[in-house]
């Protein structure tokens, strides 16, 4: 139990999530799979984008996620920067501005998780002098946000074109791509997606501490998440003392003293990356299906069996993804599901599958009354051929029953009556094989739906 005075370790994290996406179909591999081609990948990573050293990290004790993370992925991309750890020169500058704090390291590093989506971790560890100054880290933390998207420090955003050409290229490779033309890549979806995350790691300390009151404490998790702290945010569990979640960001209090904080910590880190990750995916994908699957399809259109088989494999990859995504299917213990759903509640998560489902819903209505539509069209022209067809043949039998009675060529010269036979014989076979290619048409449109 969180006891007060708060015996505050002065060294905190400042934790960064940038979500991207590759802006290409990835469908999920098996665990099997992922441990079988990742360190090739990871292998031609590093020759292809040196800046980061490339490592495929298998998701065990070092990086402990939910089982059902554990047994589906088993193993993920990890790109680590060649960079120093040291504060980077522009930290200093974003520090002048708010408050006595001493940046002591900045790490950053690329993850690739799945779905063709991962993210930018950017970790800022910091010294606070004052406890009156711990209010001022949301500020401090947005303010490295700002600073990072409008300067682009992260070098993967900064060389986005270039980053993104190798890994797609990478997974082409791998057949982990649906379909790969490089024509059909949606770049508009493709790069930083616009969600992000900001979580503040707090541990106590025995010696050195910064004494922290009740009022303080409150303060700063109030200030830094957005909403009034309550009872609920002060939790009894293994190594965590407090866990509060908002719209602006995410803090935990860790009790050092704990045996396994470390891994406890880290168990906190990888929910709030995954998280993040994959509310920030869902967040596009209703603006996605609603502009490149409706805007792309008209009836009529010579592509629209494409069209309808997109759909169909996206419904079958939103669905897969909406259920890993599910805290009742992520989570495995209490600090999953109060760390995953809290985050979840406090993004709104379920009215965010709420209105992906009724955009489902909508297409599979639209695609269905268009292709309803491309059907009486082409029933229509149906009917035109056939009657077309009725009238050469009763023109061809005209045409033989003049041959049969019309011995002394007195109704028609032979050269006529030969034509009108050809033409009406022709043009009936012509006629019959188009209604044989519409009626395959309009069973195969029947059975996308």
Not at 37 to 51: D, K, M, S, V, Y
Not at 266 to 290: I, K, P, Q
Request: aromatic share 12%; charged share 25%.
């Amino acid at each position: 139990m969180l006891k007060f005075p708060f015996h505050m370790n002065p060294e905190v994290e400042i934790f960064l999530i940038f979500p991207f996406r590759l802006g290409v179909k990835t469908f999920p591999l098996s665990a099997s799979k992922r441990e079988e081609i990742f360190p090739r990948w990871a292998q031609r990573l590093n020759t292809h984008l040196p800046e980061f050293v490339w490592r495929a990290i298998p998701f065990d004790a070092a990086n402990p996620v939910p089982s059902l993370i554990r047994k589906r992925k088993a193993i993920y991309l990890l790109g680590t920067s060649q960079e120093s750890a040291s504060p980077r020169s522009w930290v200093h500058e974003i520090v002048k501005d708010w408050g006595p704090f001493e940046v002591i390291e900045v790490r950053e590093s690329i993850w690739y998780y799945d779905w063709g989506i991962g993210a930018v971790d950017v970790s800022i560890k910091l010294i606070v002098k004052e406890a009156k100054e711990l209010n001022k880290l949301l500020e401090f933390g947005e303010g490295i946000h700002d600073f990072l998207k409008e300067e682009q420090k992260i070098t993967l955003f900064r060389e986005w074109g270039r980053y993104a050409h190798v890994l797609i290229e990478t997974f082409a490779e791998g057949h982990h791509i649906w379909e790969y033309k490089k024509e059909m890549l949606d770049f508009e979806f493709s790069g930083k997606m616009d969600a992000y995350g900001i979580n503040l790691i707090v541990k106590t300390a025995q010696r050195n501490a910064l004494e922290v009151s009740e009022e303080e404490l409150k303060a700063m998790l109030s200030s830094f998440i957005g909403r009034s702290v309550n009872e609920q945010d002060f939790v009894h569990l293994p190594g965590v003392f407090a866990v509060a979640e908002g719209y602006n960001g995410q803090v935990a209090v860790f009790d050092s003293a704990h045996p396994s904080v470390d891994r406890v910590i880290e168990r906190v880190r990888w929910t709030w990356r995954l998280v993040t990750l994959y509310w920030a995916n869902l967040s596009v994908l209703g603006e996605f299906l609603s502009k490149r699957l409706i805007m792309s399809f008209s009836p009529g259109d010579t592509k629209i069996q494409e069209d309808l088989e997109c759909l169909r494999r996206e419904r079958l990859g939103l669905q897969l993804f909406l259920h890993e995504s599910s805290p009742r299917n992520f989570c495995d213990d209490a600090l999953d599901l109060r760390v995953y759903g809290g985050v979840w509640d406090a993004w709104q998560g379920e009215k965010l599958v709420k209105e992906i489902k009724e955009q489902l819903e909508f297409l599979q209505v639209y695609f269905s009354e268009s292709v309803n539509l491309l059907t009486t069209k082409l029933q229509s022209k149906i009917n035109w051929v056939l009657f077309i067809l009725n009238i050469l043949t009763f023109s061809t039998v005209i045409a033989t029953l003049i041959t049969l009675y019309d011995i002394k060529n007195e109704i028609f010269l032979p050269n006529w009556r030969l034509l009108l036979v050809i033409m009406g014989t022709g043009l009936f076979g012509l006629l019959s094989l188009m209604f044989l290619a519409k009626g395959r048409l309009f069973k195969s449109l029947k059975g996308k739906r």
